[in-house]
């Protein structure tokens, strides 16, 4: 088929929109989404250091190499990536995230499960079982990367969420019924690095084919555990229902967003560890569930 906008051949049918893409105007439909999603939520100012969450695998390395092409020739943003190994065997590979990172010459720096809390998902998993391991996994690898991050000078930390992440985020949230998480303002939370996501009206399989096209080296597998989540549930049963309805997972995210009250008061039911000092709900999850594997010791 002909690209839609042009006579070059499509690389790309977009079942949302209709339209075939060459690769000249897919790259520039995928970019122009994520300088949209930066420009109206002001994500990047001067002023910013910019740090990637770099798993290695395509999302978080596509990311990389679309901010890189954005930011790298400004002398007023710092952009750097910042790697967490949660100890995973066969799975996570740090020295593939380093490469990408030094391939576009971006600083690097790496963190691990085992240096910060003296265990690994591999040792948590082998004691609470697979059932709640992505649960875990979240809650002590977004305590590491906030930490790295304020001893780094980081002032906001993007991620490869996609489009298909925050659909399958609303739709899980709703089917626990958490009406909490789902009008959580968005609005920074003293301690807390703020997190961007600019790829998050950007389908996945868009983001897989732009890493495909200008990233080497990047991880294909996926984590051993996630089979068992209630992410791969909500996914199989969001793809099934989108592929019928295009639109269904743009909707999600435009609901998600929507229900994110601006005026809500910031960090409303936040605060302070006793224990460990960082930001909290109610109680603090990571140190829960620290005691927990503790006590399994």
Request: charged share 30%; with cysteine.
């Amino acid at each position: 088929m002909q690209c839609s906008k042009c006579r070059r051949d499509a690389i790309l049918f977009q079942r949302y929109s209709g339209l075939h893409l060459c690769e000249h105007h897919f790259n520039r439909d995928l970019e122009a989404k994520a300088k949209r999603a930066i420009r109206e939520h002001r994500w990047i100012e001067s002023g910013d250091t910019v740090a990637v969450a770099l798993s290695g695998g395509k999302d978080s390395s596509a990311v990389l190499f679309f901010l890189h092409k954005l930011l790298h020739e400004r002398r007023d943003i710092q952009l750097m990536a910042i790697t967490v190994d949660e100890g995973i065997s066969g799975y996570r590979y740090p020295e593939r995230a380093r490469a990408i990172a030094d391939s576009m010459g971006v600083p690097w720096v790496m963190a691990s499960f085992r240096d910060e809390y003296g265990l690994t998902l591999d040792e948590i998993v082998a004691r609470k079982g697979t059932g709640l391991s992505c649960s875990y996994c979240g809650v002590l690898r977004r305590a590491l990367m906030n930490r790295i991050a304020r001893e780094e000078g980081i002032t906001k930390f993007a991620y490869g969420f996609t489009l298909d992440d925050e659909a399958q985020s609303v739709l899980m949230n709703a089917l626990r019924g958490d009406a909490d998480r789902l009008t959580r303002s968005m609005r920074e939370v003293e301690g807390m690095v703020p997190r961007i996501k600019p790829f998050m009206h950007v389908p996945e399989r868009e983001v897989a084919l732009y890493a495909f096209l200008h990233v080497e080296g990047f991880d294909l597998a996926g984590c051993p555990y996630a089979g068992d989540a209630l992410r791969g549930d909500v996914r199989g049963i969001l793809d099934d229902y989108a592929y019928r309805h295009p639109a269904t997972k743009y909707a999600l995210v435009n609901l998600g967003e929507s229900l994110r009250d601006p005026e809500r008061v910031s960090g409303e039911g936040f605060r302070v560890c006793e224990r460990c000092g960082e930001p909290c709900g109610r109680i603090c999850r990571t140190c829960q569930v620290l005691d927990e594997m503790r006590e399994r010791t």
